[in-house]
């Protein structure tokens, strides 16, 4: 582990010389973008495909009983590396603040089935970036099943969703559809365990024309189409009648996007590469294959009986097959209102 760590450190360091000794080359690329066919066939058939199996076993059981909910939220966020650099010296910091809604029907099926259907609207704003700020609208559909009678049994569950997201900096609007297969159960009077494991795909609204970028090969410049599958477990611990404590650790395996100065070593290296104006002229965003580990922890506090304050805090360690590294922080603080 110790020499792991000193590997890790000398290739950070190698990153961060190589910014003095190559500049970053200049990339000329075609003012305009060719729109695409979003939406991947594949999960705009599963989606449909579930939501409808949702709608029928709904329509079929003539004893459901339904309950409306809803909730809105506002937080704020701090990110230390948000352009998500792997040198160091380009590391952005920066703030944003998120405002969103969520609601929908739940509906219950069987003794122990339950169907949830939900609409969800948020606005971010950016602080320093602001063509990072965006506006989501997204839908789901959540299907669970508890094996048995008490709290202590476990519950599975099945969640699809999309969204749609509209930036600030257009070249970022994208679809994001995803698939979750849950399971959570309680296993003492103050102790919940949860696990999941899911499948990520979005799907950008423009592909830019290839770039040219001397002397490396022109790449594709579908950097906004990534896939991933992520693996989640974490745990809940009551730490009182109104107070908890929620970790998790995740890992995610897929593509990642970063943006950075176009230095060769990177580009080079990279699966697809176009401009990225949200946070300089001249930065590019780039894709890369890459697992990401991390940890998050939070704490929150029951106010009133419909009301919670969270704080809490988040480090991603994002690793490639490149060496094109990079850790990220998150600190995180909100209120949720239930309705």
Same mark, same amino acid.
């Given at each position: !582990? ?7 450190? $000398? ?30 066939? #594949?999960?705009?058939w599963f989606f449909l495909q579930f939501v409808g199996l949702c709608a029928g076993v709904a329509s079929v059981s ?66 320093? #970036? ?35 997201? !509209? ?6 609007? $994208? ?8 399971? !959570?159960?309680?296993?003492?009077? !103050?102790? =919940? ?7 990520? =795909? ?62 060769? #070593? ?12 949200? #946070? ?9 294959d890459a697992s990401t580990r991390s940890f998050a922890v939070d704490w929150n506090l029951a106010l009133f009986d419909t009301a919670t304050f969270y704080i809490g805090v988040e480090r ?24």
């Open positions: !582990r110790n020499q792991s760590i000193v590997n890790t450190s $000398a290739k950070t360091e190698a990153k961060d010389a190589m910014i003095g000794c190559a500049p970053p080359h200049a990339i000329e690329l075609p003012a305009m973008t060719i729109s695409k066919p979003s939406l991947s066939l #594949f999960s705009r003539p004893a459901a009983s339904a309950q409306w909910f809803g909730d809105a939220a506002l937080e704020a966020v701090s990110t230390d590396n948000v352009s998500r650099s792997p040198l160091t010296a380009h590391a952005d910091d920066d703030q944003s603040l998120q405002l969103s809604a969520r609601g929908g029907r739940y509906l219950q099926l069987a003794d122990y089935t339950g169907l949830e259907l939900q609409a969800t609207l948020a606005r971010q704003q950016s602080h320093h #970036f602001s063509g990072l700020s965006n506006t989501r609208a997204g839908a789901t559909a959540m299907l669970s099943h508890k094996f048995g009678l008490g709290d202590r049994v476990p519950v599975l569950s099945v969640t699809t969703g999309v969204e749609r997201s !509209r930036y600030n900096e257009d070249l970022r609007d $994208a679809w994001t559809w995803t698939t979750v297969l849950g399971y !959570r159960q309680r296993l003492t009077d !103050r102790l =919940q365990a949860n696990l999941s494991a899911g499948y990520e =795909q979005q799907d950008g609204d423009h592909n830019m024309i290839k770039p040219v970028v001397a002397p490396a090969v022109p790449k594709s410049g579908s950097v906004w189409d990534v896939n991933a599958l992520t693996l989640d477990v974490g745990a809940e611990w009551d730490l009182g009648p109104s107070s908890w404590l929620a970790a998790s650790l995740g890992y995610r395996d897929g593509d990642t996007v970063a943006s950075v100065l176009p230095y060769p #070593f990177i580009l080079s290296e990279a699966t697809a590469v176009t401009v990225d104006p949200a #946070f300089a002229p001249g930065v590019v965003a780039y894709r890369l991603q360690f994002t690793r490639s097959d490149r060496a094109l590294d990079y850790r990220t922080g998150i600190l995180r603080t909100g209120l949720l209102y239930s309705f």
